[in-house]
């Protein structure tokens, strides 16, 4: 079983209006970490935020907010105010105990695409 | 500041050569990895080094041997090349918030 599923291959958002991207996971730990990353056509990962397991408070920076559901396990990433530079492959990764905390297991990814 | 660095940007070889990709990282990180990316798949983990003198293997280590030179250095070599090693090679190092840096990657291809 895949331990990272985003099952939207692509997405479309107007300028300014927010869009959530779906990351579900699966892990028997406790203890994870999960992550997103951006990917423009640039071809660089860039970080966009980090959400902890035992973190109470779902994780936020800037216009990028984590929609944490753990009894569902699911990390949808919020993105606030779509700007055109939002154009990119969005990754969902996550961490736990079966990778020995040391590696990142990553999804498939999501291809966004920002229209004026 | 550099951060993460990786040689060639792109390389072509034949089916049978031989290469190997440099990384550098200037973050004084310990933990330093290498991934592949191919289309639809995601970020694949080839080997992976905790600290200095340590490597261990990842979900895709077949074909590839990697070195930790020292803490700022971590290489992948390809001894054999094959077509299905034609992919985008990623370098990454880590801070202590589990943070990866990722260089700008090398696009290889096989033929």
């Known amino acids: 079983a895949q331990k990272i599923t985003q099952t939207q291959p692509g997405m479309f958002v107007q300028e300014k209006e927010a869009v959530t991207l779906d990351c579900t996971y699966d892990?028997?730990?406790?203890?994870?970490?999960l992550f997103w990353y951006k990917q423009p056509s640039s071809g660089e990962m860039i970080f966009l935020i980090y959400?902890?397991?035992?973190?109470?408070q779902n994780a936020t920076e800037g216009r990028y907010s984590l929609n944490f559901q753990k009894a569902r396990k699911s990390a949808n990433l919020v993105i606030s105010a779509s700007q055109l530079g939002d154009s990119a492959m969005y990754f969902c990764?996550?961490?736990?105990?079966?990778?020995?905390?040391?590696?990142?297991?990553f999804g498939k990814g999501t291809m966004l695409l920002v229209s004026p | 500041n550099a951060g993460v660095t990786q040689t060639p940007k792109f390389q072509v070889l034949k089916t049978g050569q031989s290469m190997t990709l440099q990384c550098a990282q200037d973050?004084?990180?310990?933990?330093m990895y290498w991934y592949r990316q191919d289309p639809g798949m995601g970020l694949r983990l080839i080997y992976y080094?905790?600290?200095?003198?340590?490597?261990d293997k990842g979900e895709v280590p077949n074909g590839y041997n990697v070195s930790r030179l020292n803490k700022r250095e971590f290489s992948l070599r390809l001894e054999s090349a094959a077509p299905s090693q034609t992919s985008v090679y990623f370098c990454a190092s880590e801070d202590i918030s589990y943070e990866q840096y990722f260089g700008p990657g090398t696009r290889l291809t096989v033929t």
């Open positions: 080094s905790a600290s200095e003198g340590t490597t």
């Open positions: 892990t028997s730990d406790q203890s994870y970490g």
């Open positions: 973050m004084n990180h310990n933990s």
């Open positions: 990764a996550m961490r736990d105990r079966n990778s020995g905390y040391s590696t990142l297991t």
């Open positions: 959400q902890g397991s035992y973190d109470e």
